[in-house]
Nanobody
Framework: QVQLVESGGGLVQPGGSLRLSCAAS????????MAWYRQAPGKQRECVAR???????NYADSVKCRFTISRDNAKNIVYLQMNSLKTEDTATYYC?????WGQGTQVTVSS
């Protein structure tokens, strides 16, 4: 069984930055994808970034060139560096590995 714990969310002004972390425990395989999703009130959960290896990453069009996903396989941690944040980035962000989900961390972008 895999457990995922997110951290790093908070309130930030537009144009600011945040770094989210997701610590994974249990049977984690570095070849398997890890991903960050987000869900805003009244909207469907969407995948914003996915990583299967250090050089294999995918991003939603809405976050390309602003967000960077990375992972430390030795520590089983996946990060999401978020720059140039916009109000529309406001959502609860979830870490995902296979069929496991974290509890989510709130990101609010507001002036």
């Amino acid at each position: 069984q895999v457990q995922l714990v997110e951290s790093g969310g908070g309130l930030v002004q537009p144009g600011g930055s945040l770094r989210l972390s997701c610590a994974a425990s249990g049977r984690i395989f570095s070849a398997y994808a890890m991903a960050w999703y987000r869900q805003a009130p009244g909207k469907q959960r969407e995948c914003v970034a996915r990583i299967t290896s250090p050089s294999s990453t995918n991003y939603a069009d809405s976050v390309k060139c602003r967000f960077t996903i990375s992972r430390d396989n030795a520590k089983n941690i996946v990060y999401l560096q978020m720059n140039s944040l916009k109000t529309e980035d406001t959502a609860t962000y979830y870490c995902n590995y296979s069929d496991s989900w974290g509890q989510g961390t709130q990101v609010t972008v507001s002036s």
